[in-house]
């Protein structure tokens, strides 16, 4: 069981919780980019590990610290080669729930996560495989992930096209801090450092 679940940690869906096996999923990355790939989750295991401690933070009104283990954005992407006009990437879940986010915007500390503390992700947590963008709201760190395209153009998504900003940059405000179970301050603007 990981912390995640240990806490209690809400589990928030546009979609319901999908059933994927680990042994036949697959990762699509396509688009402005040379050649589609495809990755098996033991592909991605092949790749440089990482344990990362951070916060996952929601506009809902909560955040919890994990040490999130996957592969780094950076060290992913050593695999793909873009094409000069990309600059977005969507990245889309199993389910159809989609997010953008400008490459510029996919720090060092993105990560494409599998494990929490050395725990399989679990389902309700967006496992087998989701994002992890610390420094923007959590709509931003896709579940269940399953499709990555790489595009020229700004597009919505599935929570921008109902009103929530397409930037996802995190606000001021008081949230609830899940690890300990109090209501905490965040100066916003990126990633929730502070506690």
Not at 141 to 153: P, V, Y
Not at 164 to 175: A, D, L
């Amino acid at each position: 069981m990981s912390i995640l679940r240990q806490l209690d940690t809400p589990v928030f869906k546009a979609e319901g919780i999908p059933k994927i096996d680990p042994q036949t999923f697959r990762l699509k990355v396509w688009g402005l980019m040379e050649g589609e790939r495809d990755f098996s989750l033991q592909d991605l295991k092949q790749m440089p590990f990482t344990r990362l401690d951070a916060r996952l933070t929601s506009v809902s009104g909560w955040s919890v610290r994990a040490k999130w283990d996957g592969v780094l954005w950076k060290d992913f992407m050593k695999n793909i080669h873009l094409m000069p006009q990309a600059k977005y990437v969507t990245f889309t879940s199993v389910g159809g729930y989609d997010t953008g986010i400008p490459l510029h915007e996919l720090n060092e500390r993105v990560m494409l996560v599998w494990a929490v503390e050395g725990e399989p992700l679990e389902r309700q947590y967006g496992g087998p495989l989701r994002l992890l963008v610390p420094h923007l709201w959590g709509y931003k760190s896709c579940k269940w992930l399953n499709d990555i395209e790489f595009h020229q153009e700004e597009r919505g998504g599935f929570w921008e096209d109902r009103g929530y900003t397409r930037s996802g940059t995190i606000e001021p405000g008081m949230t609830l801090d899940i690890n300990t179970r109090t209501e905490r301050p965040i100066k916003g603007g990126g990633e929730v450092t502070e506690f």
